[in-house]
């Protein structure tokens, strides 16, 4: 019995040692299941990261996706915007060569007009040079004229006076005339009375012959009324001489007045003669003036037409400008300068009105010449200082025309190389933009291949630890479900075999 006993404890012994191994390996085993379920959920966390950086690695995918096809829209836009501008650069080079050839047109025009400003400023030089000399020959025979009608005119005075004065002594000669007339016919009425008496006295003598005092007295009477007739015949014959050198002197006197009438006639002829030359020369001074008008008519036509193109190229400038934006400072410089070349133009027509207005005065002027020819002398003085400053006023407008023409052909060959240089720096810039989309897009490339070898191997990776956790799992659930089926087959076993006593020694033992 003691050996039975002895043999039990020590089989008690034995279980209680097993039981006590049993219950270490299955503490140890809690342990480890408890450290499986923490490597578990360590694990499941990692699989939730890895899902979450799977998911997030996706959506980079998909945002890589969608970046590189936003890069590819972006790069067909690009194209498309090249193509574009390539077809804008070709449009406005053909718009540049277009210009350029209404450049050269212009140009041609402009050397054109100088040339035909050259001729018609040396045809108005020639006919300043004209007028000039037809001015001077008109002042000299106005001023020949002036002395040979002054000259004419006291001549005219002078003869005047003579005439006066012989008209006057006419009178006297004719009262003397008329006074001798009557002496002649009183001395005639006394003569043909002296001729009766002689024939009475020769009667008489006839008749008283004998009486000789009678005679002798008679004789005396005779004598002296001979004497009286002989006198009044001398008388006579002085009259008629005077008579005869006042007839002398008045056919003299008529013959110097008709020699004066014909000379105030050749004066009158040669001052009409002055006057149509004037008229010729007014009639060339219009003529010249109407070409003048006709020329700055011409300029005024050049100008709209420059202000036209200018207006044009302004357009022009300003749509190339819009198209492009990067350039506020040149569009600013080049309005800068258009503003001034509009001022000066302004300026050019003011001056043109000025001229225009200085044409009108100079027309009225020529207009009044006839009625100031007394003060020729002054208009023509006048005259030659506002030809003066005219000359001035034009050289200076040339000067300010070819200076404008210099400005706009420097303006035209800097907006040629900005547009050169603005034109290149698209291109460069184009180009770099093409070359760092390309380089982008490889990037982008090399970045999605590399997100793509990164993501395969942590699917890889992924995969094969999934399997190993799903492995270890599976093992685990496989040695907890062999554990628990063993530690459920000892509680059982245990509970069959020592009942209550296994079960109270259970329950303390366990957690």
Do not use: W
């Amino acid at each position: 019995m003691l050996q039975d006993r002895h043999s039990e404890e020590i089989g008690l012994q034995r279980v209680a040692e097993q039981n006590r191994l049993l219950f270490q390996k299955l503490h140890g085993v809690e342990k480890e299941k408890e450290k499986m379920i923490l490597t578990q959920f360590t694990q499941d966390r990692t699989i939730s990261d890895l899902e979450t950086t799977v998911s997030e690695q996706k959506e980079e995918v998909n945002s890589l996706k969608r970046l590189q096809k936003s890069v590819e829209q972006t790069r067909g836009h690009l194209q498309r915007q090249l193509r574009t501008k390539e077809a804008d650069c070709n449009r406005m080079s053909v718009q540049i060569q277009t210009l350029e050839k209404q450049l050269a047109e212009a140009v041609m025009d402009n050397k054109r007009l100088q040339r035909q400003m050259s001729t018609v400023r040396d045809q108005s030089d020639k006919d300043k040079g004209y007028l000039k000399k037809a001015t001077r020959l008109l002042k000299q025979k106005a001023s020949y004229t002036e002395d040979t009608v002054e000259h004419l005119n006291s001549e005219l005075v002078n003869k005047e006076k003579e005439l006066t004065d012989a008209s006057t002594q006419l009178d006297v000669y004719r009262t003397r005339l008329e006074q001798i007339g009557q002496e002649k016919s009183s001395a005639f009425a006394e003569c043909s009375k002296l001729k009766q008496e002689m024939e009475d006295l020769q009667n008489k003598i006839h008749l008283y012959e004998d009486n000789s005092t009678e005679t002798s007295r008679m004789s005396a009477m005779l004598e002296e009324k001979t004497l009286e007739c002989q006198n009044k015949c001398q008388e006579n014959e002085k009259l008629m001489s005077i008579q005869e050198e006042l007839t002398s002197k008045l056919t003299e006197d008529e013959t110097n007045v008709n020699h004066l009438q014909t000379k105030l006639t050749q004066a009158e002829e040669i001052i009409e003669e002055y006057k149509g030359r004037m008229d010729i020369s007014r009639s060339e001074a219009n003529n010249t003036l109407s070409l003048l008008e006709e020329q700055q008519k011409q300029n005024s036509r050049i100008q709209r037409e420059g202000e036209d193109e200018l207006d044009k190229v302004k357009k022009r400038l300003h749509q190339r400008l819009l198209e492009l934006e990067p350039l506020p400072e040149m569009l600013k410089t080049t309005e800068l300068k258009v503003q001034d070349f509009e001022q000066q133009l302004h300026l050019s027509e003011r001056k043109n009105t000025e001229n225009i207005k200085l044409i009108a005065e100079l027309t009225s002027k020529l207009e009044h010449v006839n009625e100031m020819l007394e003060e020729a002398k002054q208009m023509n003085h006048e005259y030659v200082e506002e030809n003066r400053s005219l000359r001035n006023k034009v050289d200076t407008l040339e000067r300010k025309f070819l200076e404008v023409t210099e400005q706009n052909r420097e303006l035209m060959t800097t907006i040629s190389k900005r547009e050169e240089t603005i034109r290149l720096n698209n291109e460069r810039l184009s180009q770099q933009k093409i070359l760092d989309l390309e380089c982008q897009v490889n990037q982008v490339k090399t970045e999605v291949n590399r997100v793509k070898r990164e993501k395969d191997e942590n699917n890889r990776r992924c995969n094969s630890r999934l399997h190993d956790l799903k492995d270890r799992l599976e093992q685990s659930q496989s040695t907890n479900r062999s554990l628990q089926n063993y530690v459920q087959f000892l509680k059982t076993s245990y509970r069959n075999v020592y009942g209550d006593m296994t079960e109270s020694f259970l329950r303390p033992t366990l957690p």
